[in-house]
């Protein structure tokens, strides 16, 4: 079955309309294999047409043009019309749609045109429910069809959830996120989709081709820093988001990290190595703000996430790993590390992009849910702070990283502080 043709309809074009009396013409770019057309310009009747702004790397805005589009306002009719040829699947002879919308004009034999109608106050179906203000419809010489049409409101952003979602707040929240790897890149996205307004990008890498198959950034990005090619992928996607981007080393720059870390309301860290994991515990603990450490271990069997809240009966990450091996459980912590003379001091995340990017959204929930806890939102509460989530287990590990099956998770809580740790007690 062939699908319908679809005309997307930005709100400028609406606008213009609106305001405008009886029909006009407008200007399309289409694509025939996709039947899928853009309206790029609308004109009063007769007069010249308004050009509307393009939608950045909308996939029709380099299409072919298509001039020959009209509009109507019209009555109550049309959108009843509209809504039985649907239910009923059928096409409509032209000369009867002309008896209801006396200014539409007939395309010249083999040709066909897009019409955009407008009802002010559209019948109801039923009580509480009234048709569409607005159709859309393929016009040929002897028949008319729907077409389906969609509507650029500006209500396609997260502000719209607000009621159901509480994105205003969010909008205030600033995250740091330090490391924009696989993980890093699929925290940052799934924060945004959350409505997170301010991301704070830290990473002092190149993407490289190597990096594009666990990625969540693209081959067209190669060669530029992470964090830019980040910061630019969310503007495209998720324009409400301000994205900072921080080509830094959470080591070599922790002077200038640091002051920017008071400035966050929670950190993410998803470097590789133990080092820099370390020296981020370090920072956020000085600082006195909550941090989400994410990784995989065991070569990505086992996938890993620790929250770390500034309270004092929560040691730091130093504190944590000390904990698991002194009470006989296992720490998989080094195998981030290589050992001496391999030419790079740590790992790359070992596990497919699919695993990564489920870490990553894992991750970015467990932020978001600690802010709106504390924000008085009592449905969003994480009981324990630390999770290993089974990936591709093996078993051959202690526990907690024991389960055998994949998707197995573990919660158990934090550990508390060491007395002689440096980061936890501020020697």
């Known amino acids: 079955m062939t699908s319908p043709w679809l005309v997307l309809l930005p709100s400028e074009a609406m ?61 109550e009719r049309v959108p009843l019309l509209a809504w039985q040829l649907r239910v009923q699947n059928v096409s409509y002879r032209f000369d009867a749609f002309r008896d209801i919308v006396p200014a539409a004009q007939r395309p010249t034999p083999g040709n066909w045109h897009l019409v955009v109608t407008y009802c ?21 010489h002897n028949f008319v069809e729907p077409a389906l049409l969609d509507i650029q409101t500006g209500a396609e952003l997260v502000s719209s959830l607000e009621g159901l979602w509480p994105s205003n707040l969010l909008g205030e929240t600033r995250v740091m996120v330090v490391g924009a790897g696989s993980i890093g890149g699929a925290v940052a996205e799934a924060l945004a989709s959350y409505g997170v307004g301010k991301i704070d990008l830290v990473d002092p890498d190149r993407l490289l081709f190597h990096n594009v198959p666990r990625h969540v950034l693209r081959q067209a990005d190669v060669g530029k820093m992470k964090v830019d090619a980040l910061r630019d992928q969310l503007a495209r996607e998720w324009p409400e988001i301000e994205a900072q981007p921080l080509a830094m080393d959470v080591i070599e720059d922790a002077d ?145 990283f024991d389960a055998r099956r994949t998707l197995n998770s573990r919660w158990y809580p934090a550990s508390t502080p060491y007395d002689d740790c440096p980061s936890c007690h501020g020697r």
């Open 15 to 75: 606008e213009v309309i609106d305001l405008s009396h009886g029909w006009g013409h407008f200007t399309c770019r289409i694509s025939v294999p996709d039947r899928t057309a853009l309206v790029m310009a609308v004109s009063n009747e007769d007069s010249e047409r308004v050009k509307l702004n393009e939608a950045p790397e909308h996939f029709l805005t380099v299409a072919d043009w298509y001039p020959a589009g009209h509009w109507y306002r019209v009555d």
């Open 120 to 140: 002010e106050d559209p019948p109801a179906i039923r009580e509480g429910e009234r048709l569409p203000q607005w159709n859309a419809w393929r016009v040929s």
């Open 256 to 400: 200038v990290i640091r002051p920017l870390i008071d400035l966050a309301d929670i950190v993410v860290c998803s470097v590789d190595g133990v080092e820099a994991r370390r020296a981020v515990s370090h920072l956020v603990r000085r600082a006195e703000k909550p941090v989400v450490f994410v990784c995989v271990l065991g070569d990505g069997q086992y996938g890993e996430i620790l929250r770390v809240r500034p309270l004092p009966e929560v040691g730091c990450l130093d504190c944590q790993r000390r904990f698991l091996r002194e009470s006989g459980q296992m720490d998989l912590e080094s195998s981030l590390d290589r050992g001496y003379g391999q030419g790079t001091r740590h790992n790359p995340m070992t596990a497919v992009g699919g695993d990564l990017h489920l870490l990553g959204a894992l991750a970015a929930k467990i932020v978001v849910a600690t802010v709106l806890r504390k924000a008085g939102e009592p449905g969003q509460t994480v009981e324990d702070d630390n999770l290993v989530l089974a990936l591709r287990p093996s078993g051959a590990f202690g526990p907690p």
